[in-house]
């Protein structure tokens, strides 16, 4: 089957990618992860909701709080996958359920409940008590499993309504990095991949922000972009360092640490050259979905270290991926800042291999692209869920996953 593919150059932004991930409005009607799985006979798991139980979130421990929800929605839909294998191909004896699924799932959910206690007492609020939370049952054979993103807490923190508005994304300036030295292109394309890394969690932490507002007028500021900046800035200094070490001239990155916002389910409108192989965005995502500053073939791609010592960089395809459901965009952005990820370490991979080559004809097939295609099948397989898990058709991308090479 004809895949198509691009260069997974620098996230260049305005219209280049192939993937524009919109996150639109919500109040879809959430539903178990088990409902696509094909199994009629499949029950799903009955957990009490903890969002509408919890008071007052602080702003300041808004975000752990909100992680750690949808690590239990996560919870949630693996178990009810697991209930669908289990409806599908029947295990074990009369306890399977509770002692494999139900006994676990309580265990994990005691974890993740005690952390979202001590994000209220680390910042001096009074600690909840969620202990009764953590016992779930089972729904009958079709019946959607409740989930926290589904809830709507009446209280400061979260506005007390039933809509989600649509995401803003970072606008991060790409890096304007000059050809790379080949001692230092596995330095610079980790910290490219950070940068990607940085800006994927910006964007998820403001899709959460979309679907569930808090703070004041200066949250966002305070609380995404402030500390966007200052991680940056780390990762830019770190690239200076990495030229500077090698006795190269030391580049000056610093008017790239600061990023702006897109609109409502915009693109980037505009970063920069870089030095990436054709401007597009690694994963299509430009700000719409991972980052936009390109940890695949970005500075340190082909222009940069790629030049050095004749790197050869990772050609991966662009997952084709539909509207992403405002409840599944924060995973969705999680994962394709992790494909951006990997093909950055990729890179780097690929870029010492070029300064120092070792193993035979198939070292790069076997110690490289093999790995690198385990995991995008793995990140392909979690946007999959993510789609699944609110009730949305579960797109197929196991096509996305092999990389050749540029």
Known sequence: MARPMRKNSVLKLG???????????????????????????????????????LPAVPAAAAAGVERELANLDEEIARQNERLAKQAANPQGGANFINNAILGPLKSKRVAVLDRIEINFNRVGAQRPNLDSLATCGLNAPGVASALNSSVKAGNAAT??????????????????????PAQAAANVQAELANLDKQIGEANARLAQQAANPQGGANFI???????????????????EIAFNRVGAQRPNLDNFAACGLNGAGAGNAGAGAG???????????????????????????NNGAGNAGNARTVNCPTPQIPAVPAQAAANV???????DKQIGEANARLAQQA????GGANFINNAILGPLKDKRQAALDRIEIAFNRVGAQRPNLDNFAACGLN
Do not use: H, Y
């Not at 506005?159 to 790379?180: D, L």
């Not at 300064?355 to 070792?358: G, S």
């Open 15 to 53: 219209g280049v990618g192939a993937l524009a991930v919109l996150l639109l409005g919500g109040g879809l009607q959430l539903a178990s992860a088990a409902e696509n799985t094909g199994s009629s006979a499949a029950q799903t798991v009955n957990c009490p909701t903890v969002r509408d139980k």
């Open 159 to 180: 506005g007390g309504n039933n809509t989600t508005a649509a995401a803003q994304t970072v606008n991060c300036p790409t890096p304007q990095i000059p050809a790379v």
């Open 221 to 239: 500021n305070n609380a995404i972009l402030g500390p966007l900046k200052d991680k940056r800035q780390a990762a830019l200094d770190r690239i």
């Open 275 to 301: 030095a990436g192989n054709n401007g597009a965005g690694n994963n299509g995502a430009g700000n719409n979905g991972a980052g936009n500053n390109g940890a695949g073939n970005n500075g340190a791609g």
């Open 333 to 339: 952005q999680a994962e394709l800042a992790n494909l």
């Open 355 to 358: 300064a120092n080559p070792q």
